[in-house]
């Protein structure tokens, strides 16, 4: 079903998230309350190198990224470099996502922190992610 997400015709709906997301379903309302209740809005928007993405924004400036895909929702939030070492050390990530951070390639001048969103844990880090991106600038 996320293939659909791949198709620019096609735009993504609540049931084509539930459905695509499968199991993982439940954790989308509660993804999307979590955006919310960060004063972020979110918009979609097709891109023809990565399909449909949700863009998280506050007065214009984008916060998180999120993708579709099959049994779970990508969140994904970049830092400058510089932001590293506080992720790593400091921060309220769980152990396993501050070593991923810290192995974690730049993408650019980016650091991308990615947040796989399964169920009520992926929530919490996810969430834990965009209040980290939202202090840091």
């Known amino acids: 079903m996320a293939a659909a997400f791949h198709d620019p015709g096609v735009e993504p709906t609540p049931a084509r998230i539930l459905a695509a997301m ?6 989308w309302p509660d993804l999307v309350e979590l ?8 918009a979609w928007k097709y891109y023809r190198d990565g399909g449909w993405l949700a863009r998280a924004s506050n007065r214009g400036k984008t916060v998180a ?3 579709v895909a099959d049994g779970h929702a990508i ?24 070593q991923r951070v810290a192995a974690t390639s730049m993408v650019g001048r ?3 922190v ?3 969103v399964r169920d009520g844990a992926g929530v919490a880090e996810a969430g834990a992610v965009v209040r980290l991106k939202l202090a840091a600038r």
């Open 65 to 67: 990224w999120i993708k």
């Open 22 to 27: 499968g199991s993982a379903g439940a954790a």
């Open 35 to 42: 955006i919310a209740d960060a004063g972020l809005d979110l």
């Open 114 to 116: 990615t947040v796989e």
């Open 75 to 98: 969140l994904t939030c970049y830092f400058a470099e510089r932001h590293r070492q506080g992720l790593v050390a400091g921060s309220t990530l769980s152990d396993e996502l501050r």
């Open 110 to 112: 980016m650091l991308p």
